[in-house]
């Protein structure tokens, strides 16, 4: 039987509500929203109306496995307050909403671990709007295109999270391109989809030697852009004006933009025409839309070995992503 963790409370977390918030504020009820898998996400409702949200960087609010923190890895698991701040900082030179920032403390004085108190967004997210009024979406859409293209302007000429590389970091010792870690990444999610999901297993020999043929493919680049890799409608806020705010962005990371497109795609469907850019590389395309699926089995897989709580959904991501893995082999090699 696991042990349930702990959860934020009023008592908790009243001294950083009353540091982020003014002590002529009295906090009033604390809500954990759901969703978040790295870090804790609480609504803070104070007694004159005003409410904001803190993000808690403690360790029992990360339910990833403890082994992919490497933070110069571009895709190890990003969390903390440091990369939260630099992307942060890169977003708003962008010129991207992103939540606004009333108080960011790692002193540990006003709660046991790294933690922030944000803008709470009033609109939910482009998700809940998807589903309870379509007609209303071209507008967010055409928002949050505009969102991408200022992000996607900024280059650099290393790649690796945006945090790191506005400091100077560098990327892992043996790597040569985005598309050799792409590659390495897939290949050992492959490994860990077909030891766990028999339909993967079954074909595990051809989807490496696909991984290899469209690796083989692609051509040398060394330019990158800002892109955030895991921008599903679930990540994008909106406020009154429906204008979009883009949130869980610790992950934020210079790469080629068509990792970014590889997941929209994937996460947008019928509406990515809204969202596409001209001048994608379709060899990248075709490499990084594969290594992604491979990373949406073996990713949520991995949650589910621990205490992750929303379970059906991690399934259902499980589920899709097999059947769109096992769709990408080229015709009459997956019967």
Known sequence: MRTARPVATRETLEDLARAAAGRGRRLAGVTRLAGGSKKGAYRLAFGDGFTAVAYLWAEHENYWPSGDRDAADPFSAASGLSLFEGAHRELTAAGVRT???????????????????????????????????PQAVPAPLRGLSAALGAMHARLSHQYGKAAL????????????SCQQVVLDRARAD?????RREPRIGAVESRLAARLGELAARVQPRHEYRLIHGELGPEHVLLDR??????????????????WEHAFLRIRFGRLYPALE???????????????????????????????????????RIVEANVKRTLALLPPGQYA
Not at 165 to 176: A, F, I
Request: charged share 30%; with cysteine.
């Open 241 to 258: 004006e429906l204008t979009p705010v883009v949130i869980d962005i610790e992950g934020l990371m210079f790469f080629d933009v068509e």
């Open 190 to 194: 492959l490994a860990e989809a077909a």
């Open 165 to 176: 590389v506005r400091e100077g970091g560098t990327p892992p010792p043996g790597t040569r």
């Open 99 to 133: 939540p606004r920032v009333y108080l960011a403390d790692r002193s540990g004085r006003h709660y046991p671990a790294d933690a922030a108190v944000v803008e709470d967004v009033p609109g939910g997210n482009l998700g809940a709007l998807l589903d309870r009024d």
């Open 277 to 315: 850019r001209p001048g994608l590389d379709e060899r990248r395309m075709a490499l990084y839309t594969l290594a992604m699926c491979l990373s949406l089995v073996a990713g949520p897989l991995r949650l589910l070995d621990g205490d992750f709580p929303d379970r059906d959904g991690m399934t």
